[in-house]
Nanobody
């Protein structure tokens, strides 16, 4: 099964930025919906931001709205999450995923339909 590959995580002080990219090889890149998710140890995986394949519709969790920006470069099969003004409670392992979801399904409430996943990249924000 093809997997997405995240990178660009790391440790940063509160208020700083990170911009992890996710490369989606081959078949995984040709999905209608892509997104970023995060998970802390012992917690459920939650959606952070999603985007339809053409970027026409993007959605953000309330906790990251106006701080994070999801974008795609379809020529490079890359999905990027620009994270600004990072906070300690943004600390988590971040995953990207893709799936064949229709625009109204490409949202934040369910992981169902996201077929392809990466291994994740750790983001740690210190105060």
């Amino acid at each position: 099964q093809e997997q997405l590959v995240e990178s660009g995580g790391g440790s940063v002080q509160a208020g700083g930025p990170l911009r992890p990219p996710c490369v989606a090889p081959g078949y995984a890149a040709k999905r209608e919906c892509m997104g970023w998710f995060r998970q802390i140890p012992g917690g459920a995986r939650e959606a952070v931001a999603t985007s339809t394949v053409n970027g026409a519709i993007t959605r953000y969790a309330d906790s990251v709205a106006r701080r994070f920006i999801i974008s795609q470069d379809n020529t490079k099969n890359t999905l990027t999450l620009q994270m600004n003004d990072l906070r300690p409670n943004d600390t988590a392992r971040y995953y990207c995923a893709s799936g064949n979801l229709r625009p109204w399904e490409c949202g934040l409430t369910s992981l169902t339909g996201f077929t392809y996943w990466g291994q994740g990249t750790q983001v740690t924000v210190s105060s």
